[in-house]
């Protein structure tokens, strides 16, 4: 049997193992190696320490120099406000003393007056003639000492200047003092003469000596003057060799930005004096500008000269009044700029005419500049087949350098440069993309066609926005891509089978008797035939080979096709919508085109909702159209970076047709 518990005790106090341990004990030595030996981290600490005192240090050192520089700065301001008053005083000095110099020529003279009247009283005494002479003698004596004296001295002042400035005025005090004991000794021997008078005749004698004595002293006085006025100069310029030296001082005291600062100041001073006589130059030209003659015109070898001439003619006529020739009217100036530019730009003078109708002269030159540039190439990632993101990491693979072409459009690309052609790429030919302008893609966002829809693109060849139109609707509804040329239908189908396009029919027919086969269709797009104003740089012959004949018959054919357009479209289906698009520039295949459609059916104009391009006209030279004609954009390549291009949405009411007496109240109204 063991040990019988007892439970009923309290059990208290410490158990075995809740006893504290005592802290360790080690012999003395140990304890203090170990607390002379650092961690990693106890030195790293101590590291910080001394490089933050080494940097203090530092900074105070940088700190006392600036603080002496400052006040090293401030002593050599000090010193060079100093010498510039000991300049001023001197200069001052010397003024004093010409004045003073000219004030004893006036006594001198009135000196001599008192001789003149005293002789002319007196000239009955005669007892006393030899006196008087050789008193008269005396004084030309001591007249002749005293100009020695001062030359004399004046030597030895001019020398003595740069040395010692103090020393020159107690000379001239010196001066002044034998000056005031000759007038003394004059006046005494004027005392004497009223008791000793001389005959008449001797006494006109002793009156010329006086005279040349006087002029000996005016010459001698002007002299004196001219050196001072040397002494001046020669004083200037030493003033500007000190400000030198003391500047190229305070460029050695400069830090190396602020001698860059100042480098940078005195070339940009530099620069605009030049710009500024190159505006006076500009400006003399300009007013000199005369209208050249019949054989000057003919005998034009230097497009410069042509340029130069325009920029001229252009001036002139920004301010008619102020530079023109008086025999010259407005109309000359504007002849002459027209056979300029189109000898420059080599447009006929038709076409010429047009353009500056249109345009203002400024914007007339940028347009033109701008036609001679060919446009960015574009491209269109097709959507049916893959995303613009994809296609642009695959072309940079291929190195193509492109970039999107802006916010208004997801789909684009523009492309800068290539190591492969753009049109024999593997994505090229697998589908991915389509090559097209900019300004293509702008008819097909107006019409913002929608999937299950019926749509028509009445002159679709070469496929590029019947393929845009198939991608946004995703290969649903129907699609009638037609052209009258059946050889460039070839290359719609071609691309649509690459593209992957579906749910198109494509035919050709003449687009003025399409009605009359097919009708009932939610959207059109005419993309209609014109006469290329806006893509001179695709085709530079427009330059050259349009006519007015030419506009005539576009502008008839458009009519045609817009009111087809209009017909195809059914008036009761939900979007009812046309959109009409020309690549030119001309308001007679635009804006007149439009207002007719307007005059000939139940049809009205709709934002194009466009994030950017110029309003259409309202008014062209005596012409007035519908005010809605706002509504519609214009593109430039001047201003947009793209062809020149024109858009209209309009909108379908009625499948009714207008008759012609309704047009005619509508004309009245």
């Known amino acids: 049997m063991g040990r019988k518990g007892k439970f009923d005790k309290d059990l208290s106090g410490r158990g075995r193992k809740a006893k504290k341990q005592s802290d360790p004990t080690f012999p003395k030595g140990i304890?203090?190696?170990?607390?002379?030996?650092?961690?990693?981290?106890?030195?790293?600490?101590?590291?910080?320490?001394?490089?933050?005192?080494?940097?203090?240090?530092?900074?105070?050192?940088?700190?006392?120099?600036?603080?002496?520089?400052?006040?090293?700065?401030?002593?050599?301001?000090?010193?060079?406000?100093?010498?510039?008053?000991?300049?001023?005083?001197?200069?001052?000095?010397?003024?004093?003393?010409?004045?003073?110099?000219?004030?004893?020529?006036?006594?001198?003279?009135?000196?001599?007056?008192?001789?003149?009247t005293k002789l002319k009283q007196n000239k009955k005494t005669k007892g006393k003639q030899k006196d008087?002479?050789?008193?008269?003698?005396k004084l030309s004596k001591k007249a002749k000492q005293n100009k020695k004296s001062k030359s004399?001295?004046?030597?030895?002042?001019?020398?003595?200047?740069?040395?010692?400035?103090?020393?020159?005025?107690?000379?001239?005090?010196?001066?002044?003092?034998d000056e005031d004991e000759q007038m003394d000794d004059e006046n005494t021997s004027e005392d004497e003469d009223d008791n000793q008078l001389v005959s008449a005749a001797k006494l006109k004698k002793n009156m010329k000596k006086t005279k040349k004595f006087m002029e000996d002293n005016i010459e001698s006085d002007s002299e004196e003057m001219v050196s001072s006025d040397e002494e001046e100069s020669t004083e200037d310029e030493q003033m500007r060799e000190d400000g030198k030296e003391n500047d190229k001082s305070d460029d050695d005291d400069l830090l190396p930005i602020e001698k860059a600062n100042e480098?940078?100041?005195?070339?940009?001073?530099?620069?605009?004096?030049?710009?500024?006589?190159?505006?006076?130059d500009m400006m003399t030209y300009q007013s000199v500008f005369?209208?050249?003659?019949?054989?000057?015109?003919?005998?034009?070898?230097?497009?410069?000269?042509?340029?130069?001439?325009?920029?001229?003619?252009?001036?002139?006529?920004?301010?008619?009044?102020?530079?023109?020739?008086?025999?010259?009217?407005?109309?000359?100036?504007?002849?002459?700029?027209?056979?300029?530019?189109?000898?420059?730009?080599?447009?006929?003078?038709?076409?010429?005419?047009?353009?500056?109708?249109?345009?203002?002269?400024?914007?007339?030159?940028?347009?033109?500049?701008?036609?001679?540039?060919?446009?960015?190439?574009?491209?269109?990632?097709?959507?049916?087949?893959?995303?613009?993101?994809?296609?642009?990491?695959?072309?940079?693979?291929?190195?193509?350098?492109?970039?999107?072409?802006?916010?208004?459009?997801k789909i684009g690309l523009v492309v800068y440069s290539s190591q492969v052609p753009m049109g024999a790429t593997p994505e090229y030919l697998a589908g991915h993309y389509m090559i097209q302008g900019a300004s293509s893609f702008l008819p097909v966002m107006a019409l913002d066609p929608k999937e299950n829809e019926r749509i028509l693109d009445m002159c679709a060849a070469p496929g590029g926005k019947a393929s845009h139109i198939a991608a946004i609707i995703k290969n649903t509804g129907t699609l009638f891509a037609n052209d009258l040329n059946k050889e460039r239908l070839k290359a719609v189908v071609g691309n649509f089978h690459r593209l992957g396009i579906v749910n198109c029919v494509i035919c050709s027919y003449d687009g003025r008797k399409f009605p009359t086969i097919i009708k009932g269709f939610d959207r059109v797009l005419l993309d209609a035939p014109c006469t290329g104003t806006g893509v001179v740089a695709k085709d530079p012959s427009v330059k050259a080979n349009k006519a007015e004949v030419d506009i005539q018959r576009c502008c008839t054919l458009q009519r045609e096709l817009l009111l087809a357009a209009i017909d195809c479209v059914n008036a009761r289906s939900e979007s009812a919508i046309i959109v009409y698009s020309t690549c030119s520039?001309?308001?007679?295949?635009?804006?007149?085109?439009?207002?007719?459609?307007?005059?000939?059916?139940?049809?009205?104009?709709?934002?194009?909702?466009?994030?950017?391009?110029t309003d259409g006209f309202t008014s062209y030279r005596q012409y007035r159209f519908h005010p809605?004609?706002?509504?519609?954009?214009?593109?430039?390549?001047?201003?947009?970076?793209m062809d020149g291009f024109f858009v209209a949405k309009l909108k379908k009411f009625s499948n009714n047709i207008l008759n012609q007496k309704n047009v005619k109240e509508e004309m009245s109204d």
């Open 628 to 641: 809605s004609l706002k509504l519609t954009k214009r593109f430039y390549p001047h201003v947009h970076n």
């Open 290 to 409: 005369s209208f050249p003659n019949d054989e000057e015109l003919t005998n034009v070898t230097n497009l410069k000269d042509i340029q130069q001439r325009i920029r001229d003619v252009i001036m002139v006529l920004s301010d008619f009044k102020k530079l023109r020739e008086k025999n010259r009217s407005r109309s000359e100036y504007t002849e002459l700029l027209r056979m300029d530019l189109c000898t420059y730009y080599s447009y006929n003078n038709f076409l010429m005419e047009k353009l500056m109708q249109m345009f203002p002269l400024d914007e007339l030159l940028e347009f033109l500049e701008a036609s001679e540039v060919q446009r960015p190439m574009t491209i269109r990632a097709n959507t049916l087949k893959t995303r613009r993101r994809d296609l642009a990491e695959a072309l940079i693979n291929r190195g193509v350098n492109l970039d999107p072409i802006g916010k208004w459009t």
């Open 152 to 177: 004399m001295k004046t030597k030895t002042s001019i020398k003595n200047e740069s040395d010692d400035d103090n020393m020159l005025f107690n000379d001239d005090d010196d001066i002044e003092e």
């Open 263 to 280: 480098k940078l100041k005195k070339k940009k001073e530099k620069e605009q004096k030049l710009a500024e006589e190159e505006v006076e």
């Open 31 to 116: 304890l203090g190696k170990e607390s002379n030996i650092l961690s990693h981290r106890q030195k790293q600490r101590a590291r910080k320490r001394l490089l933050k005192n080494q940097q203090l240090k530092e900074n105070a050192k940088k700190l006392l120099k600036k603080k002496t520089t400052v006040e090293e700065q401030q002593v050599q301001s000090k010193n060079r406000k100093d010498i510039l008053k000991q300049q001023k005083e001197k200069k001052e000095k010397k003024v004093k003393f010409v004045n003073e110099k000219r004030d004893e020529m006036v006594i001198q003279s009135d000196l001599s007056s008192k001789l003149k």
């Open 132 to 137: 008087i002479i050789k008193n008269v003698s």
């Open 585 to 613: 520039i001309l308001p007679e295949e635009n804006e007149w085109i439009i207002d007719y459609a307007l005059k000939k059916r139940d049809v009205k104009l709709l934002p194009t909702d466009l994030e950017f391009g």
